[in-house]
């Protein structure tokens, strides 16, 4: 990867808040990234995190996977505790991890792209670009992982299809077809169960789909997880 050509030079630039639970590295990646990048925001811990993305509103958070706090969910709990954002925020995970059960764990949270802690400045900036810009960034040799996790067919998000559900419609989707449960997306919206069935229903009479199974599949395809 190579930093995007002319980003400063064209005024272009990215707001970034940094997650990491050492304050050293924060302070050293914030002094690897160029100007272009502009960090708004640093949080250690769940908590931290989710509050501060709330506040900063970023366009992408970079994120390690493993975190104190929460409910021990690391990265992943950050993420879906951001979920009303998901859309307008983009997550990168970095990490020192190259597992492949973290990766396909923050991806199918939402993350745009998982990147390792051996990378340059200059590469994560033009990762921090590129995820910006809608694209899924990946060190080499994790691609792979996501790959065998979701499959290869490629599939473009059918915009029109979207643009039938509502906002809150569009946070059950992704929490449904992740897994989780009635109970589970509920607790992580703070809504009833009972308001949970009915989005469900609605996401699969808008969507003309059947099952949870047919939904999964839907957003698998459509790189929505």
């Known amino acids: 990867m190579t930093t ?38 640093e949080a250690g811990t769940v908590e931290q995190a989710i509050e501060v993305i709330a506040a900063a509103r970023p366009d992408v958070v970079l994120l390690d996977v493993h975190l104190p706090g929460g409910r021990g969910g690391g990265g992943r709990e950050v993420i879906t505790g951001s979920a009303a954002l998901l859309g307008t925020t983009r997550f990168l995970a970095l990490s020192v991890s190259d597992a492949a059960e973290d990766v396909v764990a923050v991806i199918r949270a939402g993350a745009r792209g998982y990147v390792t802690k051996t990378i340059s400045g200059a590469e994560i900036t033009d990762a921090v670009f590129r995820v910006a810009g809608g694209d899924a960034v990946f060190s080499p040799r994790l691609a792979g992982f996501v790959l065998d996790a979701f499959g290869t067919a490629p599939a473009d998000i059918a915009d029109d299809e979207l643009d039938k559900l509502s906002a809150r419609e569009l946070e059950v989707m992704r929490l449904i077809a992740r897994g989780y449960s009635y109970k589970e997306v509920a607790k992580e919206l703070f809504i009833s169960i009972k308001t949970v069935e009915t989005h469900v229903s609605a996401v699969l009479r808008k969507l003309q789909l059947s099952s949870r199974h047919e939904l999964t599949k839907w957003a698998a395809e459509r790189r929505l997880l």
């Open 4 to 41: 995007p050509a002319g980003a400063s030079a064209a005024g272009r630039t990215v707001r970034v808040v940094i997650v990491d639970d050492h304050a050293i590295f924060r302070s050293g990646l914030k002094a690897d990234l160029d100007p272009s990048v502009v960090v708004v925001g």
